[in-house]
């Protein structure tokens, strides 16, 4: 009978969980790559030329073509820059609209009482049920009516309702977070002096800063990879922004671009994929907080 030594059989026990350990990172890594394929399929083929692309389906491509990304950022009278300052300016603002606007009308619902304050909620979260195509042709003709469509200033349609706390999503989150919020700090706030606006001012404005980070990395987000509103309200070129310039790469009439058109979409993903990034823990935060709690 041979005796086993407590480091052959420490060593024994170990090895299962090696194999569990394993597998779950190769299903890992499987999903990774099955997720970030098409990503590096486009990065892939925003260096092929106009004959390999129809050709060559692959990630890796025979001719290293780096002129796209020159010809795409030069390919119209003003350089392709001109558009990402554009979606800049609108997705910048945007954020500003629903962090304000949507966090004075969580706290309105969350923490004021007025009446008839259920029944608006109600009505408030019920519009989550209608699709935005749906909003868009009443928005259209009131805009328009308005004379903003196509005017001096042709981005006021984009961001007029973000400053008037219609997204009905920012403003329930928010209402989550800060039923979360111990009400004991609005009656410590009371009894020394504080009105409405200084407990909105100094306890939950400084305590929101998780749900307002979330707030604003979606509506940048969003706002940035907006296609449908913007090419809606937006009529000349040089209002563009970066998702409408990106469909006059492709003319049905002439020959299309698609070498420089995937060169500036990989271009496009880095202010999302670099704003992301920097509040990725912050954006984490603010999910925890605002959705578990309510």
Known sequence: ?????????????????????????????????????PLIWMVGTSFKSQAEIVNN????????????????????????????????????????????????????????????????????????????HVL??????????????????????????????????????????????????????KIDGATAFGIFRHVILPLSRPALVTTAIFSFIWTWNDFFRQLVFLSELQDYTVPVALTLFIDSTSASAVGPMFAMSVLSLLPVFLFFLAFQRLLVEGINTSGLKG
Not at 11 to 36: C, K, M, Y
Not at 70 to 87: M, P
Not at 164 to 187: H, K, S, W, Y
């Open 1 to 37: 009978m041979v005796a086993t030594t407590p480091t052959a059989a420490r060593s024994t026990r170990r090895r299962p969980g090696n194999g569990r350990q394993f597998l779950r990172l190769a299903i890992l890594v499987g999903i990774v790559g099955v997720v970030l394929y």
């Open 57 to 132: 389906i692959g990630l890796v491509p025979e001719v290293f073509t780096p002129g796209n990304y020159t010809s795409g950022w030069t390919n119209f009278d003003f350089s392709f820059g001109r558009f990402f300052l554009n979606s800049a300016m609108v997705s910048l603002l945007t954020v500003v609209g629903n962090a304000v606007s949507c966090l004075l009308a969580a706290y309105a619902f969350a923490r004021l009482r007025f009446r008839l304050r259920g029944m608006w909620f109600t009505l408030m979260i019920g519009t989550l049920l209608l699709p935005g």
């Open 136 to 189: 868009i042709i009443p928005q259209y003709i009131l805009f328009r009516s308005l004379g903003l469509v196509g005017g001096d200033w042709p981005y006021l349609p984009l961001l007029i309702p973000q400053f008037l706390a219609t997204e009905a999503f920012f403003i329930f989150l928010m209402v989550q977070f800060m039923r979360g919020i111990p009400r004991e700090l609005d009656e410590a706030a």
